[in-house]
């Protein structure tokens, strides 16, 4: 028997703490035992039920999960390894990591960088392997730390305050959007050289504005992502991996066709291994592990129904770390 988070939806949704009959795993060639997991923004949409993130009955959530592989059937991986893993569709089709047990498979996994304890793999978890992708993408693109100013949105999200860390210490002008204005000190002590209230992005504007952004994180999408698309300078990039403001994009075309800006879908669900592998080995040399140690909430399995309905309700900034096992 193992502790999980498990959801359910018969009559009515459930999310509640069970023990778990071992014999109920799903298939997969690696088993492993989680010592931490995380509470990534699609973690609470799935267990406050506010989203069909879910699409296999019953669930036990935890997109995320690091520790060590107790057996395995995959070429790859042996017992004693340390694992990390995100994303692959765990937690919504596949049983997840806010476990002490999971049964995944060993394509899914990345070697833990030897930088990180499972702790600190999951302080980054999926939010901070997305900033990571996201600010790959501007690289990428060509959009160096001299080139101007870069947009941060939902700055004291996961997402956000490990991008500002990652941009500030590689030398970017990082300019954070939140709408928690008493977050200042935290945001500049990331890395932020300046704060702009959310509300300059989050309504209905213009469609081709004043240029001031040489690229964009964002993790927000709706009117926000719009806005900084028009905002946005000639041959800038705007990375865009969310949409905790709404799906849409009512934006046009001028951007693009005027001032050739690149508009880079992020996705950290499906990226292929060397991708993922990429992103974790970047983090271990450019994420400053005592900023990373200034977002971290530590709760325990039993409060994580309890911090998924804060982070629902815009009450939690920084990283969720979940501990599970030893």
Not at 57 to 64: F, H, L, S, T, Y
Not at 75 to 86: C, E, I, K, L, Y
Not at 121 to 144: N, Q, S
Request: charged share 20%; aromatic share 6%; hydrophobic share 45%.
């Amino acid at each position: 028997m193992f502790k999980a988070l498990v959801l359910e939806k018969a009559d009515s949704f459930t999310a509640s703490i069970q023990s778990v009959d071992e014999g109920r795993l799903p298939a997969g060639d690696v088993t492993v035992a989680v010592s931490h997991s995380t509470l990534n923004y699609k973690d609470g949409l799935a267990i406050c039920n506010k989203s069909p993130v879910v699409r296999s009955w019953p669930m036990v959530a935890g997109i995320d999960g690091a520790g060590t592989v107790l057996e395995s059937s995959h070429p790859n991986w042996q017992a004693g390894d340390r694992f990390v893993h995100n994303g692959w569709g765990v937690g919504e089709t596949h049983w997840g990591c806010l476990a002490e047990k999971a049964r995944l498979k060993g394509d899914w996994l990345v070697k833990l960088p030897a930088a990180f304890t499972p702790r600190q793999a999951m302080a980054i978890g999926t939010a901070g392997y997305t900033a990571m992708l996201c600010v790959l993408a501007l690289e990428d693109h060509g959009v160096k730390p001299g080139a101007g100013e870069i947009l941060v949105t939902g700055a004291t999200g996961g997402v956000g305050s490990v991008a500002i860390a990652l941009l500030g210490k590689l030398g970017y002008t990082v300019v954070a959007a939140t709408g928690k204005a008493s977050e200042e000190a935290y945001l500049k002590a990331l890395g932020a050289t300046a704060i702009v209230d959310r509300a300059e992005l989050s309504a209905a504007g213009k469609p081709f504005q004043k240029e001031r952004w040489a690229g964009v994180v964002d993790a927000v999408g709706s009117h926000t992502l719009a806005n900084a698309l028009a905002q946005t300078r000639y041959g800038g990039v705007v990375a865009a991996c969310g949409l905790a403001q709404g799906m849409d994009l009512p934006t046009t075309v001028m951007p693009f066709i005027l001032r050739g800006v690149t508009l880079a879908g992020v996705d950290s669900v499906m990226a292929p291994l060397a991708k993922r592998q990429r992103a974790w080995d970047r983090l271990a040399t450019d994420l400053d592990l005592a900023l990373l140690e200034s977002m971290i909430d530590d709760v325990p399995l039993e409060q994580a129904m309890a911090k998924a309905q804060q982070l629902m309700d815009g009450k939690v900034r920084g990283r969720v770390v979940v501990q599970i096992g030893a």
